[in-house]
């Protein structure tokens, strides 16, 4: 059998790239019976058809490191979560949904401010500032800045990564650049709504020339608020978690009670005050949906 990894899925038929190029295959019954779908991201056995060798059938799906529900997606190990620094603006509660979402599917995120070119080095600081302390890696990239590029293509090698973020803040652009073989579709912004259009129609693993895999996505994916309770949430912003052993009381949420030790890293500046808002939007969402 033939050992590779499932790129592309559609309509039950799954591509696989091996050392044999690239096979389209599909998946035997016994995977139906017992409930389970091949995934792009797979890595999986193949056994070629008699008939025909660029053809094949899947006959095993190796054990998953991890498995993304909103892409259907397996074994990542990273995700750049790509916002642009402005046109349009970046929602950071989003962001901070997205990130989130990351360590839920155990993934490590990477904050990816693009377009840099459209803003001084000021608001590129301000960007820094919110993230301070909070031990996430985060790069700013421009299509015009070749150094940038380099950087994220560093990050990317030998890597599967995620790429993810709202539409037109120029995912497909970035990947376009650092690897000319792609030609993904890219979508220009609305000037009414300042949104995207939606280019990436389903989830695909790109191979990179210089060593790894990408996966574009289609739109973008956030975490449900009921896949954690208002008292996990601290534990998704790192920085608030760590000054919550100031707190008086051991379960501060660090809203209205007194003696809060994050309220006073918030008032030193040690912490984000947009960072604190999200988490008090995020912990009030999450409380209206599961009422103790």
Same mark, same amino acid.
């Given at each position: 059998?033939?050992?590779?990894?499932?790129?592309?899925?559609?309509?039950?038929?799954?591509?696989?790239?091996?050392?044999?190029?690239?096979?389209?295959?599909? +998946?035997?019954?016994?995977?139906?019976?017992?409930?389970?779908?091949?995934?792009?991201?797979?890595?999986?056995?193949?056994?070629?058809?008699?008939?025909?060798?660029?053809?094949?059938?899947?006959?095993?799906?190796?054990?998953?490191?991890?498995?993304?529900?909103?892409?259907?997606?397996? $074994?990542?190990?990273?995700?750049?979560? /790509? =916002?642009? /620094?402005?046109?349009?603006?970046?929602?950071?509660?989003?962001?901070?949904?997205?990130?989130?979402? %990351?360590e839920i599917n155990n993934l490590n995120p990477i904050i990816c401010f693009n377009k840099?070119?459209?803003?001084?080095?000021?608001?590129?600081?301000?960007?820094?500032?919110?993230?301070?302390? #909070?031990?996430?890696?985060?790069?700013?990239?421009?299509?015009?800045?070749?150094?940038?590029?380099?950087?994220?293509? !560093?990050?990317?090698?030998?890597? /599967? #990564?995620?790429? %993810?973020?709202?539409?037109? /803040?120029?995912?497909?652009?970035?990947? $376009?650049?650092?690897?000319?073989? =792609?030609?993904?579709?890219?979508?220009?912004? %609305?000037?009414?709504?300042?949104?995207?259009?939606?280019? #990436?129609?389903? +989830?695909?693993?790109?191979?990179?020339?210089?060593?790894?895999?990408?996966? !574009?996505?289609?739109?973008?994916?956030? =975490?449900?608020?009921?896949?954690?309770?208002?008292?996990?949430?601290?534990?998704?912003?790192?920085?608030?978690?760590?000054?919550?052993?100031?707190?008086?009381?051991?379960?501060?949420?660090?809203?209205?009670?007194?003696?809060?030790?994050? @309220? @006073?890293?918030?008032?030193?500046?040690?912490?984000?005050?947009?960072?604190?808002?999200?988490?008090?939007?995020?912990?009030?969402?999450?409380?209206?949906?599961?009422?103790?």
């Open positions: 059998m033939i050992q590779g990894i499932i790129i592309r899925g559609v309509g039950g038929n799954y591509y696989v790239d091996t050392d044999k190029g690239i096979i389209e295959c599909r +998946a035997r019954g016994l995977f139906r019976n017992q409930n389970i779908k091949p995934l792009v991201g797979d890595y999986v056995l193949i056994r070629l058809t008699e008939e025909d060798n660029s053809c094949g059938y899947i006959e095993e799906i190796m054990e998953r490191k991890n498995e993304m529900k909103r892409p259907s997606v397996s $074994n990542i190990d990273q995700i750049i979560i /790509v =916002f642009a /620094v402005k046109n349009p603006e970046p929602s950071f509660l989003l962001l901070d949904k997205l990130l989130i979402a %990351s840099c070119d459209l803003v001084d080095e000021e608001c590129i600081s301000k960007y820094k500032e919110i993230y301070k302390n #909070t031990g996430y890696k985060i790069i700013f990239t421009s299509m015009y800045n070749k150094n940038l590029l380099d950087e994220l293509i !560093d990050i990317l090698k030998d890597k /599967v #990564t995620l790429f %993810s973020g709202p539409s037109g /803040v120029g995912k497909s652009s970035l990947m $376009n650049l650092i690897d000319n073989g =792609f030609k993904l579709k890219t979508g220009e912004i %609305s000037d009414k709504l300042k949104r995207g259009k939606h280019t #990436t129609r389903h +989830a695909e693993i790109y191979k990179l020339n210089f060593g790894g895999f990408a996966v !574009d996505t289609p739109g973008f994916s956030s =975490f449900d608020v009921n896949e954690i309770d208002f008292d996990e949430l601290t534990d998704f912003y790192p920085e608030i978690k760590a000054h919550s052993e100031n707190c008086r009381f051991n379960n501060c949420i660090h809203d209205k009670e007194p003696s809060c030790g994050v @309220k @006073k890293a918030l008032e030193d500046k040690e912490i984000s005050e947009i960072r604190y808002n999200n988490y008090i939007k995020l912990l009030y969402e999450i409380k209206s949906n599961k009422p103790y």
